[in-house]
């Protein structure tokens, strides 16, 4: 199977949606690729700058789970690759509605329109989450399913959906499992962005519980880059687990974040942990690494080059910090560094 040529990319105004698209366009110069994102909090335009005047790329704001767009722009496409989700678990602890609607319904409504049109692969990005809390060992792709969160609830709804569509439709899919992503353009919710960037601005670090959560931490490029190798090689109806082989401690990654920025514990305060916390992900990539991947970057590497970008990129990140984005920060902080303790 070659690369197909014509995308319909689902959510590729966020984070990871437009490091594919960047890099897919880069790469390769008979690809055209079409941008479907309702453009939320975390949708941005400015992540899709460096190609806006491309061509090959085209823009189209709107819903995933909107029928009629849905199949307009699915006729036109030769598959359809989605990362629209409401993607923080946070935001999903406090307000589900829209997780359950997007990342299950919106999903059903981009299956049906791939099922109309002859697709000739759908691939379905998701998440290590759907797995649970992983005490020891490391996830595969045929593990139960143990979502703890609204979250990853919603993400393995959409999950089953994409099983049941090569099942009993015989939909070409695929289906992805990564672990914690990071890397430039990541919207500052997320810890590895929030850290930094509160760091810079000599702001608290709020760290939940006790900081020893596990998160294998995983480059973005490393995971477009994986994306493709299952696009391509990936067998219709499998699910491959993308990891970066980086499992720390949420404790010891904020220790190196402020290590590399040269600034102190004392910026750190333990505060009360989120609901349902799952304590460590962990999945097995060998399924992958037999397709041909695996991860280009270190984490020292990635954790640079991301220091680096948020260091030089203030202003793609100071205007997020603002608006609707102190509101939920008041709310999601405002009691809990209140009720915070120093961490040595
Ligand atoms: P993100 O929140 O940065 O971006 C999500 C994008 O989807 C935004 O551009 C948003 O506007 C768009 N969107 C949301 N609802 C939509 C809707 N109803 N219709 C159209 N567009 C909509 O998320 P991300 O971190 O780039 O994650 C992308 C995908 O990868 C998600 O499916 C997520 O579950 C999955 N994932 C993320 C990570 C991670 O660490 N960030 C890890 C594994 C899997
Ligand atoms: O302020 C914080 N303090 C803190 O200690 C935040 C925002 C997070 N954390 C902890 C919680 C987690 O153990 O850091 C860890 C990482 O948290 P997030 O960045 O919120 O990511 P996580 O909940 O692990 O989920 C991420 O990876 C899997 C993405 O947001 C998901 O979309 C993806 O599926």
Not at 96 to 121: C, K, M, Q, S, W
Request: with cysteine.
């Amino acid at each position: 199977m070659t690369l197909p040529r014509r995308l319909l990319v689902t959510g590729g105004a966020g984070f990871i949606g437009s490091a594919f698209v960047r890099r897919m366009l880069e790469r390769h110069s008979d690809l055209t690729i079409t941008v479907l994102d309702k453009l939320t909090y975390a949708g941005n335009l400015a992540n899709l700058a460096p190609i806006e005047d491309d061509p090959r790329y085209r823009f189209v704001l709107g819903d995933i789970a909107d029928a009629e767009v849905v199949d307009s722009l699915a006729a036109e496409a030769d598959a359809i690759v989605s990362f629209a989700a409401e993607s923080h678990v946070d935001r999903s602890i406090e307000e589900p509605d829209a997780f359950i609607r997007t990342d299950v319904y919106g999903t059903f409504v981009l299956l049906e329109a791939a099922r109309r049109h002859g697709h000739a692969r759908y691939l379905q990005i998701s998440t290590d989450e759907v797995y649970g809390h992983v005490p020891e060992g490391s996830s595969l792709e045929e593990d139960s399913l143990k979502p703890r969160s609204p979250y990853s609830a919603s993400k393995a709804g959409g999950d089953l959906l994409v099983g049941a569509y090569h099942a009993t439709y015989g939909l070409p899919t695929l289906l992805t499992r990564a672990s914690n992503n990071y890397g430039p353009y990541h919207y500052p919710e997320k810890v590895i962005p929030l850290f930094i960037t509160n760091a810079i601005d000599d702001e608290p670090l709020p760290l939940y519980g006790d900081g020893l959560q596990i998160r294998d931490w995983l480059y973005v490029d490393d995971h477009v880059d994986a994306l493709e190798a299952v696009l391509v090689h990936g067998e219709p109806g499998e699910t491959y687990n993308i990891g970066g082989g980086n499992e720390l401690t949420n404790l010891e990654l904020t220790r190196t974040i402020l290590e590399r920025m040269d600034k102190p514990m004392s910026l750190v305060r333990s505060v009360p942990d989120r609901a349902g916390h799952d304590r460590r992900y962990s999945v097995d990539c060998s399924k992958l690494r037999s397709l041909g991947w695996s991860p280009a970057h270190t984490f020292d590497e990635g954790l640079d080059a991301t220091i680096r970008w948020y260091l030089d990129h203030a202003d793609w990140w100071r205007p997020l910090k603002s608006g609707e984005y102190l509101e939920y920060y008041r709310r999601q902080y405002g009691d809990r560094l209140a009720a915070g303790t120093a961490v040595e």
